[in-house]
């Protein structure tokens, strides 16, 4: 869609509103409304300013003022604003020097595709993320100098099953780790996503299944169809905003944090991947699961880098609540075929090479997906570019395993910190074809140093008054 014909949906939609919209640093969409006889042609180009200080982990108060240059490809009319509003995601520009901001996300996501095409690899790169999220009826959090806890609740927790504030309770609670696949009643948000669904079709997204996840207390999944690198960073990004928005007009409650439920499964992002050229698949060949060795060496650089890439896949202190032993999360850094226990999956459901593609099943959804894409392409091309070996399949279940046999295979971070330090001592190979700075890899490790790690380690935990209180 060109300018000519966004502004023509505007008209055709009767849009009295312009909303111009931006992902900052951590993965937030953020947004700035605007009459639509402030929308013209010259927008799309100038672009409209804004405070670049007051958004998380971007400028100082000495250089704030920054541009949003609306996208008119990215067009839609949001489908929850009371007034006809027509949203353009947006890219950020120094309103200086006129080049585009270096710690604008979806600038990263350009670069990382443009650095692609430049090594003559391939010339596409699709992603197929399967964020799932969980739906509660309530939820409650609150933390001070002399305070701190949480409560959540759903209809569906297990911990209801005997439960006398329902006005009658309607059993069907799915057991801890027995979510994944009911039917109704069991499944009682069945048509929620359906809802969900049909207004992400309204928005142009291609959705390809919906259903119940493993755990108990309403965890969801709905997979869109793969995509290119920005535009499904793009479409994520309105996945999470329908997903909130459709549970909320509904009196429901939507997170995407990795672990909100203690003892069952948390919320994963896994990330299916593939290279092309010329409309043909890459990834498809010969070797090990039908790989090729581009295929192959994409993901003996994913393997060599996850430690480091995890900082930015699974960003958060929480992502390291869900990336532990025995709830289906990919701690150990291996290559499988169909193995869920393993870091990196290759699915077998097809024999056709265009379904060829690997699996990466350690992020999760609190990420920021221009980042996260951008730093996973760049392992795999980095493993493409040194012909990085994957190493040695393990086709048993990981997590029965000996400790003997653990020993030699790497483990992910076990904490955001641990993640942060593999990031500052491995990142080179994100700043190949400048797609990564030095400034905006040290500004990220800053960032969440200063606000989630250190904020989380000086604060008394709940359950530590569990165990040291009486001491």
Not at 132 to 147: I, L, Y
Not at 406 to 412: E, N, Q
Request: hydrophobic share 35%; with cysteine; charged share 25%.
């Amino acid at each position: 869609m060109n300018v000519k014909e966004a502004l023509e949906l505007a008209k055709s939609n009767d849009a009295v509103m312009a909303d111009l919209r931006f992902i900052d640093w951590p993965g937030t969409w953020q947004h700035c409304s605007f009459p639509i006889d402030m929308i013209d042609e010259d927008v799309f180009e100038e672009g409209m300013g804004f405070d670049g200080s007051s958004i998380r982990g971007w400028q100082a108060i000495n250089e704030s003022d920054m541009m949003m240059v609306p996208d008119p490809a990215t067009a839609f009319i949001d489908p929850f604003y009371e007034h006809p509003t027509i949203v353009f995601i947006c890219d950020i520009v120094d309103p200086i020097t006129r080049q585009p901001y270096a710690r604008d996300p979806r600038h990263i996501a350009k670069k990382a595709e443009a650095y692609l095409r430049q090594l003559g690899v391939g010339d596409t790169i699709y992603f197929g993320p399967e964020a799932e999220f969980f739906v509660f009826n309530d939820a409650r959090f609150s933390t001070g100098s002399n305070h701190g806890f949480y409560q959540i609740d759903s209809v569906e927790g297990v911990w209801n099953s005997g439960s006398e504030e329902e006005g009658g309770n309607l059993a069907y609670k799915p057991r801890s780790k027995e979510g994944y696949f009911p039917v109704p009643p069991t499944d009682s948000l069945q048509n929620l996503r359906t809802e969900m669904v049909l207004v992400m079709q309204q928005l142009g997204i291609t959705v390809e299944a919906q259903h119940h996840e493993v755990a108990t207390a309403g965890q969801c999944e709905i997979d869109m169809k793969f995509d290119t690198l920005l535009s499904m960073a793009d479409k994520l990004t309105k996945y999470k905003y329908v997903v909130k928005n459709v549970a909320r007009l509904n009196g429901l409650a939507a997170t995407f944090m990795p672990k909100p439920v203690y003892e069952d499964n948390g919320s994963g992002m896994h990330c299916h991947q593939s290279i092309w050229k010329d409309g043909s698949p890459l990834f498809a060949g010969d070797g090990y699961a039908g790989l090729s060795e581009v295929g192959l060496h994409y993901i003996g650089g994913i393997l060599k880098h996850s430690r480091a890439l995890a900082a930015f896949t699974n960003p958060t202190t929480n992502s390291y609540k869900r990336l532990t032993p025995g709830f289906e999360a990919p701690v150990n850094l291996a290559l499988s075929a169909r193995n869920r226990s393993a870091s990196c999956r290759i699915p077998m459901y097809s024999s056709s090479p265009k379904a060829k593609r690997v699996e990466v099943r350690y992020p999760d959804p609190t990420c920021n997906p221009y980042l996260a894409f951008s730093a996973m392409l760049m392992a795999g091309l980095d493993g493409v570019e040194n012909k990085i070996d994957p190493g040695e399949p393990l086709d048993k279940d990981i997590y029965s395993l000996s400790p003997q046999e653990l020993a030699g295979i790497p483990t992910m971070p076990a904490s955001l910190e641990e993640a942060l330090n593999e990031l500052e001592s491995d990142h080179a190979f994100l700043l190949k074809g400048d797609v990564f700075t030095d400034d905006s890899v040290t500004n990220w490790i800053e960032y969440k140093r200063e606000n989630e790690v250190d904020q989380l380690r000086v604060r008394p935990h709940p359950h530590e008054f569990e165990m040291y209180f009486d001491a």
